[in-house]
Nanobody
């Protein structure tokens, strides 16, 4: 049973940067795709980014392309989401997820989920 735990969320001003981490335990993270999703109040869970093992192939949602970077350190069973040029509309709970059966863009494709970490972009 894979367990995922996010960290690194917090309050940041517009235009600022933040790095989220996702640490996996109970399995070998290099064997599965790791993704990031976010959910703002009253909205559906939105795909942010995903990466195959060693970040050989990466995927981004349209709203974060050019601003966010996903990476992985499979030796540490840890994935990262570097967020820059943050906007108030990036405010959400961010979740990491693992294992994909289906489309990487769909939350329904992921089997394992972390508890989420709050990111608030506000002045």
């Amino acid at each position: 049973q894979v367990q995922l735990m996010e960290s690194g969320g917090g309050l940041v001003q517009p235009g600022g940067s933040l790095r989220l981490s996702c640490t996996a335990s109970g399995g070998t993270s290099s064997r599965y795709i790791m993704g990031w999703f976010r959910q703002a109040p009253g909205k559906e869970r939105e795909f942010v980014a995903a990466a195959t093992s060693s970040a050989g192939t990466v995927f981004y949602g349209d709203s974060v392309k050019g601003r966010f970077t996903i990476s992985r350190d499979d030796a540490k069973n840890t994935g990262y989401l570097e967020m820059s040029s943050l906007k108030p509309e990036d405010t959400a709970v961010y979740y990491c997820a693992g294992v994909v059966i289906g489309s990487v863009y769909s939350a329904a494709s992921y089997r394992y989920w972390g508890q989420g970490t709050q990111v608030t972009v506000s002045s």
